[in-house]
């Protein structure tokens, strides 16, 4: 009875303590909601945009002044694409979540019809953070998902839209060398960005970001986060 009584003793203690150490070190928390807003230049749309616009200038004056008519000017405009970005940590190193991009140019010739042409993507996505530095961190992103091109002609003061895509498989069913356009307006959008920085931990509620790569999107990306 003696030894019950004395291990009963020396064990509330021990309990007590415990639970004290339990209390004095909770679990460390961090905001696992993250929403972003981006500008990103560079993307395969604005390329091609540019240097088509300027070798279509070239050939196009060629013709005319062949002809004696006035050369052809071509003016690209292009602004820089726009992203929204929704992503859950799972952990303080790897999040998932998703992206809506819309990337929209035009090529203006005088006295022609005015064209558009916008590529709109939903983009699933991954981030992991390789390195964190406190004030800062670098990750690397990747995304696949869908991209819709959609142009929009003057014609007889009507502006129609079509989906680039969907003209370029009905055209197909007639003519399988069409196949190459897909090339140029393929309806899979990707984005791997394997140099980015967070200029702030994400434990703070606003920070600003960069990002290098390539894809869909672009090449350089600038932006804001907030974390929730």
Request: glycine residues 6%.
């Amino acid at each position: 009875m003696k030894r019950l009584i004395t291990a009963l003793l020396i064990s509330v203690p021990l309990l007590q303590t415990a639970k004290a150490q339990e209390i004095a070190t909770p679990e460390i928390s961090f905001p696992r909601n993250e929403f972003s807003v981006s500008c990103t230049v560079g993307s395969g749309l604005q390329t091609i945009n540019y240097y088509g616009s300027e070798l279509g200038t070239v050939l196009l004056s060629a013709l005319s002044l062949s002809f004696s008519y006035a050369p052809v000017l071509i003016i690209p405009l292009s602004i820089p694409s726009l992203s929204f970005e929704y992503d859950r940590w799972i952990n303080e190193k790897l999040a998932v979540g998703g992206i809506i991009s819309a990337d929209v140019v035009a090529s203006i010739v005088p006295d022609w019809p005015l064209s558009v042409t916008g590529n709109f993507s939903l983009l699933p996505d991954v981030k992991y953070v390789w390195l964190n530095l406190g004030k800062a961190k670098l990750y690397a992103k990747a995304a696949l998902g869908v991209t819709l091109t959609l142009q929009g002609e003057s014609i007889n003061d009507n502006f129609q839209v079509t989906v680039l895509q969907s003209k370029i498989i009905n055209q197909l069913k007639t003519d399988s060398s069409y196949w190459k356009d897909l090339l140029f307006y393929p309806p899979v959008g990707i984005q791997i960005n394997p140099v980015c920085i967070d200029l702030n931990d994400s434990t703070h509620n606003s920070t600003v970001f960069m990002e290098l790569g390539f894809g869909t999107m672009g090449s350089f990306a600038l932006g804001i986060k907030t974390a929730f």
